[in-house]
């Protein structure tokens, strides 16, 4: 192994860390603006880390306990997993402490980008996406550095057999994915429990506007978006980079040995420096548009890389008999980058207000709530076709250029865009809140005006951003069942025992028309909607206790419509977190427990199977449940803008329930199934040789 590259990897991420904390300090100096706002600011971070810490003590437990079965088994079958349980250790605590990071530095640059709406819309722009930034750099830093840091570690004190070394790594992707699908189910149920409160009896009821102070939700509903949007989505993207990062070594040591471990990491870090650089591209004149800046940013970070790529292919994959070339290889990272701005393309095409489907869904609403959502659904199930469009032949293409390296690989060039993708999804979140404080804090209209052109921007942004999660989940969920696949047949050949049958390329079989298999792919294709349906509930659960208190905190609480009566924020943000913790249990549980009962039960090709039939359904389900969400949302805002008779009208109040409906499939469910489809893979490959051992005795 090529220690001198792994040790520049891992410098590179820590190079990532500390540019982000530099990023940090600097908006820290920044001003915080007057009392009432930072008073506010306050009221939100608080609710938001009393959330965090209640979810972190149930995930604990959680991860002790896992830790805890991983060194049994180590010591009743194989010494290696005592090393995955120290992987799987800081793969938790590298996620969580991302998800830290992205709570710590919202709940402050809020405030400061309220602050600097004053000096006009490039200096609010700024702020709050520097803030972005930092969770951006923090997530591929903590990931590189986590990820090269344990390979230098293991192959020095434990072994320098590389095919060791990466199962002993596999714990750490396992150890990410778990923290992420607690991060977005419990995240998800918090924030849209809070926002469809608020929104029912505040907008609908009540009649009072978006983040009014009235409004006893009004709180949860801020601290919701930095819980769900920023630490939900920075979890799930620090997952997908993590996972597949180490399903493209464990397949590079497959095609190219020693090399083709290294060379993942090099391409991480190349992504990390492209982004450093790409940042410098987000400036917006005063009167400009911020989408556009965001998306020069995210442009300019993708030729950065598509440039870098092509020399270190040449200069680091090795000439080895019947594997892809150093430009085959290439071309497969290029894939990568036109899938991702392809997928960005078509999420906004369908969520966006300037685009001909969130319209049609407005002018829909005008007849009522039920053709505006029987519209919604219709883009969501069309949206899907584009898309899968889209990822098939990324597959297609990147298998032919790369093999199944290259399938693994694209989506590394995918991924090489996590740092600006997370930094550019952090301020919708960040705009969201600042124009909270603003309304809250009863600052000059055109605070408001400035915020709210941030805060539209970031709608857009939290969408597209969502697209980029769904298929950067579902390409590194099949690089993880690819390397599942070579795992089975690997420690089938140890134990002598016949594996998976292979194509002539190489590539091993699952016979989908095997009973096992067949019960498999049909078992992993209802776990999507049953996983969805659990959490959807949650969030009804929890919309409807937080209505039940508004509505109680209206008509008990005299003064408050006037504005001379203080609600009670922290019941709402109270029963927001006790619902989401209370619900977060089951979901993880069957997440964890199903691909093991279906392993030891039915043997590895049933896994297969089951895998196979949840990445399809995860993936088309988290596209339909994403995008309805996200074109009902903006079908809402385009009526907000004075269309269809504006605030108050028909189709407003239409609107709004269509919205209403639209949150948890966008903000809960939809998200949810990232996490789930990658946990199910990891697990399955780090139990590969135990499965295959178990199955000796089901014969």
Same mark, same amino acid.
């Given at each position: 192994?090529?220690?001198?590259?792994?040790?520049?990897?891992?410098?590179?991420?820590?190079?990532?860390?500390?540019?982000?904390?530099?990023?940090?300090?600097?908006?820290?100096?920044?001003?915080?603006?007057?009392?009432?706002?930072?008073?506010?600011?306050?009221?939100?971070?608080?609710?938001?880390?009393?959330?965090?810490?209640?979810?972190?003590?149930?995930?604990?437990?959680?991860?002790?306990?896992?830790?805890?079965?991983?060194?049994?088994?180590?010591?009743?079958?194989?010494?290696?997993?005592?090393?995955?349980?120290?992987?799987?250790?800081?793969?938790?605590?590298?996620?969580?402490?991302?998800?830290?990071?992205? %709570?710590?530095?919202?709940?402050?640059?809020?405030?400061?980008?309220?602050?600097?709406?004053?000096?006009?819309?490039?200096?609010?722009?700024?702020?709050?996406?520097?803030?972005?930034?930092?969770?951006?750099?923090?997530?591929?830093?903590?990931?590189?550095?986590?990820?090269?840091?344990? +390979?230098?570690?293991?192959?020095?004190?434990?072994?320098?057999?590389?095919?060791?070394?990466?199962?002993?790594?596999?714990? %750490?992707?396992?150890?990410?994915?778990?923290?992420?699908?607690?991060?977005?189910?419990?995240?998800?149920?918090?924030?849209?429990?809070?926002?469809?409160?608020?929104?029912?009896?505040?907008?609908?009821?009540?009649?009072?506007?978006?983040?009014?102070?009235?409004?006893?939700?009004?709180?949860?509903?801020?601290?919701?978006?930095?819980?769900?949007?920023?630490?939900?989505?920075?979890?799930?993207?620090?997952?997908?980079?993590?996972?597949?990062?180490?399903?493209?070594?464990?397949? @590079?040591?497959?095609?190219?040995?020693?090399?083709?471990?290294?060379?993942?990491?090099?391409?991480?870090?190349?992504?990390?420096?492209?982004?450093?650089?790409?940042?410098?591209?987000?400036?917006?004149?005063?009167?400009?548009?911020? %989408?556009?800046?965001?998306?020069?940013?995210?442009?300019?970070?993708?030729?950065?890389?598509?440039?870098?790529?092509?020399?270190?292919?040449?200069?680091?994959?090795?000439?080895?008999?019947?594997?892809?070339?150093?430009?085959?290889?290439?071309?497969?990272?290029?894939?990568?980058?036109?899938?991702? +701005?392809?997928?960005?393309?078509?999420?906004?095409?369908?969520?966006?207000?300037? =685009?001909?489907?969130?319209?049609?869904?407005?002018?829909?609403?005008?007849?009522?709530?039920?053709?505006?959502?029987?519209?919604?659904?219709?883009?969501?199930?069309?949206?899907?076709?584009?898309?899968?469009?889209?990822?098939?032949?990324?597959?297609?293409?990147?298998?032919?250029?790369?093999?199944?390296?290259?399938?693994?690989?694209?989506?590394?060039?995918?991924?090489?865009?996590?740092?600006?993708?997370?930094?550019?999804?952090?301020? @919708?979140?960040?705009?969201?809140?600042?124009?909270?404080?603003?309304?809250?804090?009863?600052?000059?209209?055109?605070?408001?005006?400035?915020?709210?052109?941030?805060?539209?921007?970031?709608?857009?942004?939290?969408?597209?951003? =969502?697209?980029?999660?769904?298929?950067?989940?579902?390409?590194?969920?099949?690089?993880?069942?690819?390397?599942?696949?070579?795992?089975?047949?690997?420690?089938?050949?140890?134990?002598?025992?016949? @594996?998976?049958?292979?194509?002539?390329?190489?590539?091993?079989?699952?016979?989908?028309?095997?009973?096992?298999?067949?019960?498999?792919?049909?078992?992993?294709?209802?776990?999507?909607?049953?996983?969805?349906?659990?959490?959807?509930?949650?969030?009804? =659960?929890?919309?409807?206790?937080?209505?039940?208190?508004?509505?109680?905190?209206?008509?008990?609480?005299?003064?408050?419509?006037?504005?001379?009566?203080?609600?009670?924020?922290?019941?709402?943000?109270?029963?927001?977190?006790?619902?989401?913790?209370?619900?977060?249990?089951?979901?993880?549980?069957?997440?964890?427990?199903?691909?093991?009962?279906?392993?030891?039960?039915?043997?590895?090709?049933?896994?297969?199977?089951?895998?196979?039939?949840?990445?399809?359904?995860?993936?088309?389900?988290?596209?339909?449940?994403?995008?309805?969400?996200?074109?009902?949302?903006?079908?809402?805002?385009?009526?907000?803008?004075?269309?269809?008779? @504006?605030?108050?009208?028909?189709?407003?109040?239409?609107?709004?329930?269509?919205?209403?409906?639209?949150?948890?499939?966008?903000?809960?469910?939809?998200?949810?199934?990232?996490?789930?489809?990658?946990?199910?893979?990891?697990?399955?490959?780090?139990?590969?040789?135990?499965?295959?051992?178990?199955?000796?005795?089901?014969?």
């Amino acid at each position: 192994m090529q220690t001198d590259l792994v040790m520049l990897s891992f410098i590179l991420g820590l190079f990532s860390i500390a540019a982000s904390v530099f990023l940090y300090l600097r908006i820290m100096k920044l001003d915080e603006g007057n009392e009432k706002m930072r008073e506010i600011a306050e009221a939100i971070r608080i609710g938001a880390f009393a959330y965090l810490k209640r979810q972190s003590i149930y995930v604990a437990v959680f991860t002790v306990a896992i830790v805890i079965l991983f060194s049994a088994i180590g010591f009743l079958f194989d010494t290696v997993w005592y090393a995955i349980a120290g992987a799987f250790f800081v793969g938790a605590f590298s996620s969580a402490l991302a998800g830290y990071i992205g %709570m710590d530095i919202t709940t402050k640059a809020n405030v400061r980008t309220a602050a600097a709406a004053k000096d006009g819309l490039n200096a609010a722009l700024s702020v709050a996406f520097r803030a972005g930034t930092v969770m951006g750099l923090a997530v591929v830093g903590l990931g590189l550095a986590g990820v090269s840091g344990l +390979l230098l570690l293991f192959s020095s004190l434990i072994t320098p057999n590389p095919s060791l070394l990466m199962q002993m790594i596999a714990g %750490m992707a396992f150890g990410a994915s778990l923290i992420a699908m607690f991060a977005r189910v419990g995240g998800g149920i918090y924030t849209k429990g809070a926002d469809v409160g608020a929104d029912l009896v505040g907008k609908v009821e009540a009649g009072i506007p978006e983040d009014d102070p009235r409004n006893p939700a009004v709180i949860a509903d801020n601290v919701g978006d930095n819980v769900g949007d920023c630490a939900g989505m920075g979890a799930d993207l620090f997952e997908s980079y993590i996972v597949t990062i180490i399903a493209a070594m464990i397949l @590079g040591n497959f095609v190219f040995g020693a090399a083709g471990i290294v060379f993942p990491l090099i391409i991480a870090g190349t992504g990390i420096i492209a982004t450093a650089i790409g940042t410098f591209f987000v400036k917006v004149k005063e009167k400009g548009d911020p %989408m556009e800046a965001l998306s020069r940013g995210i442009l300019a970070t993708a030729i950065i890389c598509a440039i870098a790529f092509y020399f270190i292919s040449e200069a680091l994959i090795p000439p080895v008999q019947n594997a892809p070339s150093p430009f085959g290889v290439f071309l497969s990272l290029l894939v990568g980058l036109a899938v991702s +701005l392809l997928i960005v393309y078509i999420t906004d095409y369908y969520t966006s207000t300037t =685009k001909p489907p969130v319209r049609s869904i407005a002018k829909a609403a005008q007849t009522g709530a039920g053709t505006n959502i029987i519209s919604g659904i219709a883009v969501g199930l069309q949206a899907t076709a584009p898309y899968i469009l889209v990822i098939a032949v990324g597959i297609l293409l990147s298998f032919k250029f790369g093999g199944i390296f290259g399938v693994a690989i694209a989506t590394m060039g995918m991924l090489s865009l996590t740092g600006i993708i997370v930094a550019v999804d952090t301020f @919708g979140p960040v705009s969201d809140n600042a124009g909270g404080i603003v309304e809250m804090s009863g600052l000059p209209e055109k605070y408001r005006e400035i915020t709210d052109k941030l805060d539209a921007v970031g709608n857009t942004t939290k969408a597209t951003t =969502k697209g980029f999660a769904i298929a950067s989940a579902g390409l590194a969920a099949l690089a993880l069942l690819l390397a599942f696949a070579q795992e089975v047949n690997i420690s089938a050949e140890k134990l002598g025992v016949e @594996g998976l049958a292979l194509s002539p390329s190489g590539i091993p079989i699952i016979n989908l028309l095997e009973p096992s298999v067949l019960l498999g792919l049909l078992i992993g294709g209802a776990l999507p909607f049953i996983f969805s349906a659990l959490s959807m509930n949650a969030v009804s =659960k929890a919309a409807n206790e937080i209505i039940l208190e508004v509505r109680r905190q209206f008509k008990t609480i005299k003064g408050i419509m006037e504005g001379k009566a203080k609600p009670d924020y922290a019941k709402c943000v109270d029963i927001s977190a006790n619902t989401a913790i209370r619900e977060l249990m089951v979901p993880g549980l069957l997440a964890v427990g199903t691909p093991l009962v279906m392993g030891f039960a039915l043997g590895p090709a049933a896994v297969g199977g089951f895998l196979v039939g949840a990445l399809v359904c995860g993936q088309l389900l988290a596209v339909f449940m994403s995008t309805s969400g996200g074109a009902w949302d903006n079908a809402k805002k385009y009526i907000e803008q004075g269309n269809f008779g @504006g605030k108050g009208s028909t189709a407003h109040k239409a609107a709004v329930v269509g919205d209403t409906v639209g949150d948890p499939l966008k903000d809960t469910s939809g998200p949810a199934l990232n996490p789930l489809i990658k946990i199910l893979n990891t697990i399955s490959l780090l139990f590969a040789a135990l499965f295959v051992q178990f199955a000796l005795h089901l014969i």
